[in-house]
C-alpha cells in the first residue's frame, strides 16, 4: 500500500506541474479565454486534461483517506498513471500548441522516477488484481461517505430502488411505459423532491451530497424510471431560490418538495439547442398576463408535468441576446400518453408529442407548441424584477442538472459493472468461468477503477456545491468525465456479456441504449468543454 501512496505522490504533482504550465500557455493563447472559438481544437483538449486530472486527484484524496483500503489505493495509481500517459503523449504530438517547456516536462512527467511510477502504477498485474476482487464482489458498491446521514441515505434509496423499481425497469424500457405514479408517490413519501429544498420551504435541506448519492442508487435501478425523476424539480429550485421572490418560494417550494407538482424544464427548442441565448420562443405582455408563442424541444416528462420551467424571449429585439430572456412557471394539466393537447379558455394552445428514442425511457421526451397559451403575470420568475434574468438563472439551474448528471452517470455504470461481474462469474467458456481469464479481469479493474474516478469527482463536485452554489467549473467536469465513464463501462460491459449483451433479456443492452444519452443532455458534450470548462479554466 505504501508503494502505491509513493508513486500517485510522484504522478499527481508531476501531471499538476505540466497542467498548470499548460493552462497558463492557452490563456495567453485565448487572449484570457475570449478567443476560444478561434483555438477550439486545442481549448478542447485543456479541458478535458484539466477533468481528468482532477478526477484523478479526487481519487487519490479518496485513497489517501481510506489508507487500509490495497483494492482503492490501486485505482488511485492506476488511473493517475494512465491520466499521466494520457497527457505526456498529448503534448508529445501537439508540443507547440500546449506551450509547455522541455524543462518543466524533465522534471515532471518526464523525470525517470515519475516515469516509473507511471509504469508500475499501470501494469496489466495490478489491474487484474482489481477486477478479480471485483467478479469477488460481484462489482458491489461500498465506498465510504463521510457523514452518517448520506450513509443512510444510500441504504434507504438502494433498498427502494432495488424492491421497487428494478422489477419494473425492463418493462418500462421494452413499452416504453410512462413512470408508474406509485413510484412516484414512494418517491415523495422519501423526501426524494425536495432533498435541497430549505426546511423553511418544505424540504429535507440536506444538501447536494446526499442528493447525490441519492440519485446515483436510483439510476443503478433505472436512469429514466428514477434516476432522472428528481433532477427537474431541483434546476426549477436553484433557480426560485436564486432568484424567486419570496412568495414564489413560498407558493412553489412546498408542493415540488412535496412531490405533489412533478416539473418538466423548457429550454432546447427545434433550431436552437447549446446556443440558448438565441432562443426564440416569446413572451408577449399583456393585460391578462404574458402570451407564450413558439416551439419547444426535448422537454423531458412534459406529458405528466403539471408544471414546465420555461425559458422565453421577453425583448423582442434580437440584439438584447440572453438579457431578453426570461423564465417562467408554466401550469399545465399531466397527461399520462406520448401526446397532448391543452386548449385555454382563451384561446391559448399547448400542443405536444413525445419523440421516439432508443433508450431513456419511461418518462418521455416532448416536442411542444405554445400559441398564445397564457400564463400569469406573477409567475415570471423574480415578476417584474426578474425580467431578462431567465438566461441567468437557468445557467444556475443547469449547473445542479450537471451535478445530478454525474451521478446519474455513475449509478447507471454502477449497474452495468454488478451485471458484468455478475455474468463473468457464472457464464463459463473453456471449461471455465470467464472471470478467470486475464483479459476478463483486466477489462473489470478498469470499469472499475474508472467508475470510482468518476464517483469521487462527483462527490467532489458535490461538496463543493454545498459550500458555494454558484460554483459552475466543478459539476460541469463531473458531467463530462462521468457521462463518458458510464458509456465506457457500458459498452465494455455489453462486449462481456458476448452475444447476449446484445439481447433485450440482459440488462446490460439497456444501460448501454441508456448511457449514450447521457453526453448530450445538460449541455453536449463539445458545447460544455469550450462554453463552460474552457472558458472557466483559461478566464482566470
Not at 62 to 74: M, P, T
Not at 153 to 162: G, L, V
Not at 266 to 279: F, H, K, L, N, R
Amino acid at each position: 500500500m505504501r508503494r502505491m501512496r509513493d508513486e500517485t505522490s510522484l504522478i499527481i504533482p508531476a501531471v499538476r506541474a505540466v497542467l498548470d504550465e499548460a493552462l497558463a500557455a492557452g490563456r495567453r493563447t485565448t487572449d484570457g479565454g475570449k478567443a476560444i472559438d478561434e483555438h477550439q481544437v486545442h481549448a478542447e483538449r485543456l479541458a478535458y486534461a484539466a477533468t481528468e486530472a482532477a478526477a484523478a486527484e479526487a481519487l487519490t484524496t479518496y485513497a489517501r483517506e481510506r489508507a487500509g483500503d490495497e483494492v482503492i489505493g490501486r485505482m488511485a495509481a492506476a488511473f493517475a498513471g494512465e491520466v499521466a500517459s494520457r497527457l505526456a503523449a498529448e503534448i508529445e504530438g501537439h508540443r507547440d500548441d500546449f506551450g509547455v517547456r522541455g524543462e518543466t516536462l524533465g522534471r515532471s512527467l518526464g523525470a525517470p522516477e515519475v516515469l516509473a511510477a507511471v509504469r508500475a502504477a499501470q501494469h496489466e498485474a495490478r489491474l487484474r488484481e482489481i477486477g478479480r476482487e471485483i467478479i469477488r464482489t460481484r462489482g458491489a458498491n461500498n465506498c465510504f461517505i463521510d457523514g452518517e446521514m448520506a450513509e443512510m441515505a444510500r441504504d434507504s434509496a438502494r433498498s427502494f430502488a432495488r424492491k421497487e423499481v428494478a422489477p419494473i425497469a425492463e418493462r418500462i424500457h421494452r413499452h416504453d411505459e410512462l413512470v408508474p405514479e406509485s413510484i412516484i408517490c414512494r418517491m415523495a413519501e422519501l423526501g426524494y423532491f425536495g432533498m435541497s429544498v430549505p426546511e423553511e420551504y418544505g424540504g429535507q435541506g440536506m444538501g447536494n451530497l446526499v442528493m447525490i448519492v441519492i440519485t446515483e442508487e436510483l439510476s443503478a435501478a433505472s436512469l429514466a424510471a428514477a434516476g432522472s425523476l428528481i433532477t427537474r424539480p431541483e434546476i426549477l429550485t436553484k433557480a426560485l431560490l436564486k432568484g424567486g421572490t419570496e412568495g414564489q418560494k413560498r407558493r412553489w417550494l412546498p408542493p415540488v418538495a412535496a412531490g405533489e407538482l412533478m416539473v418538466g424544464i423548457s429550454v432546447t427548442e427545434p433550431d436552437t439547442g447549446s446556443d440558448v441565448a438565441s432562443v426564440r420562443c416569446r413572451a408577449e405582455r399583456t393585460e391578462r398576463g404574458w402570451l407564450i408563442s413558439g416551439a419547444k424541444a426535448w422537454c423531458t416528462f412534459a406529458g405528466r408535468a403539471d408544471v414546465l420551467a420555461l425559458l422565453a424571449r421577453t425583448n423582442p429585439d434580437p440584439k438584447a441576446g440572453a438579457r431578453g430572456l426570461s423564465l417562467f412557471i408554466v401550469p399545465k394539466d399531466p397527461f399520462p400518453g406520448h401526446e397532448f393537447e391543452m386548449r385555454q379558455p382563451g384561446g391559448g394552445v399547448l400542443h405536444g408529442k413525445a419523440d421516439a428514442t432508443p433508450g431513456y425511457r419511461g418518462m418521455h421526451s416532448f416536442t411542444l407548441g405554445f400559441e398564445n397559451y397564457l400564463v400569469p403575470a406573477e409567475n415570471l420568475i423574480g415578476e417584474a424584477a426578474g425580467e431578462g434574468k431567465g438566461f441567468y438563472l437557468q445557467m444556475g439551474g443547469f449547473a445542479a442538472g450537471r451535478l445530478q448528471t454525474g451521478g446519474r452517470a455513475s449509478g447507471l455504470a454502477q449497474a452495468a459493472l454488478e451485471a458484468t461481474a455478475t455474468y463473468a462469474s457464472e457464464r463459463r467458456q473453456f471449461g471455465r468461468p470467464i472471470g478467470d481469464f486475464q483479459l476478463t479481469q483486466h477489462k473489470l479493474g478498469r470499469m472499475a477503477t474508472h467508475l470510482a474516478a468518476a464517483r469521487q469527482l462527483t462527490y467532489a463536485a458535490a461538496r463543493a456545491m454545498d459550500r458555494d452554489e454558484t460554483v459552475v467549473l466543478e459539476p460541469a467536469m463531473a458531467k463530462l468525465f462521468a457521462s463518458d465513464v458510464a458509456v465506457r463501462v457500458t459498452q465494455e460491459g455489453q462486449l462481456l456479456h458476448g452475444g447476449w449483451g446484445y439481447a433485450e433479456e440482459f440488462a446490460i443492452s439497456r444501460h448501454v441504449v441508456d448511457a449514450l444519452v447521457l453526453p448530450i443532455f445538460e449541455g453536449v458534450k463539445p458545447i460544455l468543454e469550450l462554453k463552460v470548462i474552457a472558458r472557466g479554466l483559461l478566464g482566470r
